[in-house]
Nanobody, 122 residues
Framework: QVQLVESGGGLVQAGGSLRLSCAAS????????MGWFRQAPGKEREFVAA????????YYADSVKGRFTISRDNAKNTVYLQMSSLETEETAVYYC???????????????WGQGTQVTVSS
């Protein structure tokens, strides 16, 4: 079983930046496609960004293009989400997910972290 642990969440002012990290334990992520999702109170979980196992392909939700960047460091077994120009509407629990195989933008991933809270204040 792959363990994914998110970190880096917290309180940030609107317009600010935050970097989330997702570290895997027990198994390398070098052959895994990875994704970030978020879920706000009262809303369904939504796709944010994804990256292929090699890092050569990335997908982003339209709402975050140009502001968020997903990256990975397979040597460190870690995936990142750099978030900039954050808005209050983006307050949510952010989840890291992984799957064997190709990159996808749905929530059909094999492994999930417990999530990290991101709160954007006005």
């Amino acid at each position: 079983q792959v363990q994914l642990v998110e970190s880096g969440g917290g309180l940030v002012q609107a317009g600010g930046s935050l970097r989330l990290s997702c570290a895997a334990s027990g198994r390398t992520l070098s052959s895994y496609a990875m994704g970030w999702f978020r879920q706000a109170p009262g809303k369904e979980r939504e796709f944010v960004a994804a990256i292929s196992w090699s890092g050569g392909i990335t997908y982003y939700a339209d709402s975050v293009k140009g502001r968020f960047t997903i990256s990975r460091d397979n040597a460190k077994n870690t995936v990142y989400l750099q978030m900039s120009s954050l808005e209050t509407e983006e307050t949510a629990v952010y989840y890291c997910a992984g799957r064997r195989g190709s990159i996808i933008t749905t929530n059909k991933y094999d492994y999930w972290g417990q999530g990290t809270q991101v709160t954007v204040s006005s």
